[in-house]
């Protein structure tokens, strides 16, 4: 997600995005054969999954809320950079990434819109940026010079801290000097307790074990920087929504439901059934970490994206002169025309059908 600060790393890893956009557009023929349809119609939609999870999309699957598409699994993700450069070059028909790493791609001329929120900060779940108790590391102040382990550049663990950063005072000459490495979650507690690393972004599992171990406290969270927030959203291509409308539609609103569903269902009730659907798509993976899931960790009804949930972003870039004012307006950025949950009511989440009742 971040990158280094200097300028050279930092183009460097947020060019990561702008590298994709240019692949989106170079390479679009370069992808797969086109979406195919089933015998009885219905519209095979391509994804990438998470191995030992269940998403939401998958979930409305399983639910039976969708009448429209069969969705088709093509492998895992390892990024959401990498997610949406599927999506872009025709390899899955959508992906998931990080608003601020969207905004970039979409500046840099990847031809997708956000239809959908896909992850966030809820009371339970959340990234934590973590230090070891023995650091000495107490303000942002402290960070100047100090590596802060991340998954990947310039998106949300890289986002967020260059934020709490500048929000804490700090210059962006000062932001520069800190640097970011780029760790895979299992390595990265290990990293720290071993001060090959400073501050460890955790999140989920990572941040619960790593918890429970002793002798790491966060720093700062994304939670701290924005409350209850939508981080991330689901992207189609330009292409894809114009030629199979419906299809899209089928997804949004199905993914919506489903979303609420994990919004109002009793914890244990959701990992009984992200355990069966785990152990029926016979994908060979373990189970184990489903006893750490807390939350779905979007909070907002049916995953509604909010404007604010890009313009926060575009003026973070425009901030740091990495994107020009007035390029991109958020609006033009997302549609929540499909999603049921947007004009305060929605299906049942009892069922593929039924009448739509009042959101409460």
């Known amino acids: 997600m971040p990158s280094p600060f200097r300028p050279s790393r930092s183009l460097r890893a947020l060019a990561a995005a702008f590298a994709v956009a240019t692949a989106a557009l170079s390479l679009t023929a370069c992808g797969t054969s086109g979406p195919t349809t089933t015998a009885d119609g219905k519209d095979v939609v391509r994804y990438q999954g998470t191995t030992g999870q269940v998403t939401a999309y998958e979930l409305a699957a399983d639910l039976g809320y969708f009448t429209k598409i069969n969705l088709h699994w093509e492998g895992d993700t390892t990024s ?3 997610n949406i450069q599927a999506a872009a070059t025709k390899q899955i028909e959508f992906g998931s990434a990080f608003n601020g790493a969207v905004v970039k791609l979409i500046a840099g001329g990847a031809p997708v819109k956000a239809v959908l929120s896909s992850y966030g900060a809820d009371d339970k779940n959340y990234t934590g940026y973590f230090v070891r ?3 000495g590391i107490t303000s942002a102040r402290d960070l100047i010079g100090k590596k802060v382990g991340v998954n990947t550049l310039g998106a949300h663990h890289e986002f967020i801290t260059r934020e709490w950063l500048h929000q804490q005072g700090l210059s962006e000459a000062e932001i520069k000097q800190v640097q970011f490495v780029v760790l895979p979650p299992v ?6 307790r071993k001060g090959q ?5 955790l999140g989920s599992v990572f941040r619960d074990t790593a918890i429970a171990r002793g002798g790491l406290h966060s720093l700062y969270t994304d939670k701290d920087l924005f409350g209850q927030f939508d981080y991330g959203t689901y992207v189609f291509r330009n292409d894809y ?3 199979h409308a419906d299809a899209v539609k089928d997804f949004v609103q199905g993914t919506a439901r489903a979303t609420r569903w994990l919004q109002t269902t009793p914890h244990d009730e959701v990992v009984a059934k992200f355990e069966s659907i785990i152990n029926k798509r016979g994908r060979n993976e373990n189970t184990g970490l489903l006893k750490y899931y807390t939350s779905y960790g979007v909070p907002v009804p049916g995953a509604v994206i909010a404007e604010r949930e890009f313009q926060v972003w575009i003026d973070w870039l425009v901030r740091n002169n990495e994107l020009p004012q007035g390029k991109l307006t958020a609006k033009d950025l997302y549609t929540n025309q499909d999603n049921p949950y947007d004009n305060g009511t929605y ?5 593929p059908t ?3 009742v009042v959101a409460k």
Request: zero cysteines.
């Open 80 to 82: 959401g950079p990498a």
């Open 133 to 135: 108790d023995d650091s």
């Open 187 to 192: 390595s990265t507690e290990d990293a720290l």
């Open 197 to 201: 690393i400073d501050v460890a972004a």
């Open 241 to 243: 929504l114009k030629d």
């Open 347 to 351: 299906p049942p989440t009892s069922g």
């Open 354 to 356: 039924g009448e739509a």
